[in-house]
């Protein structure tokens, strides 16, 4: 690259971060401005309110997370997704070896429902759902992020017709010739976790699933569903393969896990995919 556009690259570079830093200040002073107005237009600042808390917990806190971010936090494999504001999210605690046919196979032979991608009508959908308690089997997942991508794919199991209640794990498919730490191959690695109830994040005040903090019941509950109904399917465990900790998510509920994780072999079921 010769030194010009080297020059060029560098303050598009420049030009980018000040226009993001800027935006966020901005969207700062206007949460500001909004939330200072509220007192004084009496039941009509009922509805500023509103307006204050939708501007900060979807504009002003989410960019101020992503400035962070993409400053302190690693940006290579540490075993955490990351959420769309750039905060540690969910820890990997399960991987998988095998096709992508095998993968839906073993996972609807063991009775789970893939999840839905999230768009306008499934967002609203799962909204009413959760609202009036009924039953979305195939509710959407927020989206997280590993390799720099959002999840392949979801799966889940509601509890009792509840859509605020679910097991659930989410897919991401490893790059090709990409190795474990250790260096053990793997094609699939995933994120379970039990929602619990729904309620407010603690970093960026949205509305959000809240999950049980023992991740490591879901992992198992995930592994155990799929040895239960798969019998060409096999699992090894890589004992420590991250340091057992206590910790939160990107929406600020507890996490902890000894830290083992578990390899489904699923390279021995048929080929024939059973997605829906």
Same mark, same amino acid.
Request: hydrophobic letters at 45%; a negative charge; zero cysteines.
């Given at each position: 690259?010769?030194?010009?556009?080297?020059?060029?690259?560098?303050?598009?570079?420049?030009?980018?971060?000040?226009?993001?830093?800027?935006? $966020?200040?901005?969207?700062?002073?206007?949460?500001?401005?909004?939330?200072?107005?509220?007192?004084?237009?009496?039941?009509?600042?009922?509805?500023?309110?509103?307006?204050?808390?939708?501007?900060?917990?979807?504009?002003?806190?989410?960019?101020?997370?992503?400035?962070?971010? #993409?400053?302190?936090?690693?940006?290579?494999?540490?075993?955490?997704?990351? #959420?769309?504001?750039?905060?540690?999210?969910?820890?990997?605690?399960?991987?998988?070896?095998?096709?992508? =046919?095998?993968?839906?196979?073993?996972?609807?032979?063991? $009775?789970?429902?893939?999840?839905?991608?999230?768009?306008?009508?499934?967002?609203?959908?799962?909204?009413?759902?959760?609202?009036?308690?009924?039953?979305?089997?195939?509710?959407?997942?927020?989206?997280?992020?590993?390799? $720099?991508?959002?999840?392949?794919?979801?799966?889940?199991?509601?509890?009792?017709?509840?859509? =605020?209640?679910?097991?659930?794990?989410?897919?991401?498919?490893?790059?090709? $010739?990409?190795?474990?730490?250790?260096?053990?191959?793997?094609?699939?690695?995933?994120?379970? #976790?039990?929602?619990? =109830?729904?309620?407010?994040?603690?970093?960026?005040?949205?509305?959000?699933?809240?999950?049980?903090?023992?991740?490591? @019941?879901?992992?198992?509950?995930?592994?155990?569903?799929?040895?239960?109904?798969?019998?060409?399917?096999? @699992?090894?465990?890589? =004992?420590?393969?991250?340091?057992?900790?206590?910790?939160?998510?990107?929406?600020?509920?507890?996490?902890?896990?000894?830290?083992?994780?578990?390899?489904?072999?699923?390279?021995?079921?048929?080929?024939?995919?059973?997605?829906?």
């Amino acid at each position: 690259m010769d030194p010009v556009q080297r020059s060029r690259v560098s303050l598009t570079a420049v030009l980018d971060e000040f226009f993001f830093v800027y935006a $966020g200040l901005a969207a700062i002073w206007l949460a500001w401005l909004v939330l200072t107005e509220t007192f004084s237009f009496g039941w009509f600042g009922i509805l500023f309110l509103v307006a204050f808390w939708g501007l900060l917990a979807y504009l002003v806190l989410p960019r101020l997370h992503r400035i962070l971010t #993409t400053i302190y936090v690693p940006d290579y494999f540490i075993a955490r997704t990351r #959420t769309s504001d750039g905060l540690l999210g969910d820890p990997i605690n399960l991987s998988a070896r095998g096709s992508e =046919a095998q993968l839906h196979r073993a996972m609807t032979q063991a $009775g789970w429902i893939l999840a839905d991608p999230v768009t306008l009508r499934s967002s609203w959908l799962i909204i009413t759902s959760t609202l009036t308690r009924r039953s979305y089997e195939r509710a959407p997942v927020s989206p997280l992020l590993l390799f $720099g991508r959002i999840q392949d794919f979801a799966y889940q199991q509601e509890v009792a017709g509840n859509p =605020a209640k679910r097991h659930h794990v989410r897919f991401w498919r490893t790059p090709d $010739g990409w190795l474990l730490p250790g260096g053990a191959r793997v094609d699939w690695l995933a994120a379970g #976790t039990f929602d619990r =109830a729904v309620g407010f994040s603690l970093f960026t005040l949205q509305i959000t699933h809240k999950i049980d903090a023992d991740i490591d @019941v879901e992992r198992d509950h995930v592994v155990a569903t799929v040895i239960g109904a798969n019998d060409a399917a096999g @699992v090894e465990l890589l =004992a420590d393969f991250s340091t057992g900790y206590h910790s939160r998510n990107g929406g600020g509920d507890s996490i902890r896990t000894d830290g083992d994780l578990p390899i489904l072999d699923l390279r021995g079921l048929p080929e024939g995919a059973t997605r829906d």
